[in-house]
């Protein structure tokens, strides 16, 4: 009889365990159910923007316009960050607050490494950008370790009257574009754009050039601009501040037409072989 007890005991220890563990088992479940049916679904909002499929954003090849859209976002990047310690004129006072990593008290410069652009119509492009800034004078770099900063930048132009304007890329809630922050050459186009977005757009665009950003470039300025890719990339790599300041260009000599000798003020050389499209080079 006691032994029948003994039994009857555990297997009802055995059979509250289970119970136990099974109420366990079927509360996590349902916890993560719940917190899977309860979390903000970014693809599905991202899918409720219509964008334009007739306009194409393709990956600018020209040497000569991927050159041209570094200098003239430059330009206006200098024309705003004179708005730190100058009062201007309040369009330009208004993109500065707007991009305070690009306009500080040091100049720094944007360097390009790849441009996307969309013809929305006859008059206006969107140019998407994505590069580095660099100190222009590497006497105001901080001390200790220079890294590179990557920033993308939208530069807007009125081919009509050849005006423009910059912007950050990545702004929240945009009214002309889809954004991908992984990926510039994924951005898209709203559908909806309306008259008076393009109106206030028209009206910030007040950096005029005289040339157009087709024009062509000679070729020692290209190769010059390669060099100082070149010269950037290596002090982020190695930190070597002498270096960088002695890596100054005292003349530059084509080889050929596929390679350029670079001779530096301490007497090094770099040898340069520009590539086919965009700002493609390699150092021999």
């Given at each position: 009889m006691k032994d029948k007890i003994i039994k009857i005991l555990k297997n009802k220890n055995i059979?509250?365990?289970?119970?136990?563990?099974a109420?366990?088992?079927?509360?996590?479940?349902?916890?993560i159910i719940f917190s899977n049916n309860n979390k903000p679904n970014n693809?599905?909002?991202?899918?409720?923007?219509?964008?334009?499929?007739?306009?194409e954003v393709k990956k600018v090849e020209d040497i000569n316009v991927t050159y041209n859209i570094e200098q003239t976002i430059n330009n206006i990047i200098e024309r705003l960050q004179g708005t730190v310690t100058n009062e201007g004129d309040p369009v330009i006072e208004s993109l500065a607050q707007t991009m305070p990593e690009l306009i500080t008290k040091e100049l720094r410069l944007f360097n390009v490494e790849e441009v996307y652009e969309a013809d929305y119509n006859d008059e206006l492009t969107f140019y998407f950008t994505e590069g580095y800034l660099m100190y222009?004078?590497?006497n105001d770099a901080p001390e200790g370790n220079i890294s590179k900063q990557t920033?993308?930048?939208?530069?807007?132009?009125?081919?009509?009257?050849?005006?423009?304007?910059i912007e950050q890329y990545g702004t929240k809630k945009h009214d002309l574009f889809k954004f991908d922050d992984n990926d510039i050459s994924k951005t898209a186009i709203k559908a909806e754009i309306y008259n008076d977005e393009l109106h206030f757009l028209e009206e910030k665009m007040i950096f005029s050039k005289k040339y157009n950003i087709e024009e062509k470039v000679t070729q020692a300025k290209i190769i010059e601009w390669y060099y100082n890719?070149?010269?950037n990339k290596l002090l982020f790599e190695n930190q070597n501040r002498e270096e960088y300041k002695n890596g100054k260009i005292l003349k530059i000599e084509g080889k050929s037409d596929q390679e350029y000798v670079v001779t530096l003020?301490?007497?090094?050389?770099?040898?340069?072989?520009?590539?086919?499209?965009?700002?493609?080079?390699?150092?021999?």
């Open positions: 059979l509250i365990v289970a119970i136990i563990i109420v366990i088992l079927i509360a996590t479940i349902c916890i693809n599905a909002n991202e899918e409720k923007i219509a964008v334009r499929e007739d306009i222009d004078d590497i920033v993308k930048i939208i530069l807007y132009r009125n081919k009509k009257n050849n005006n423009y304007t890719d070149y010269r003020n301490d007497e090094r050389e770099v040898r340069i072989k520009p590539g086919n499209a965009g700002k493609e080079y390699s150092v021999l």
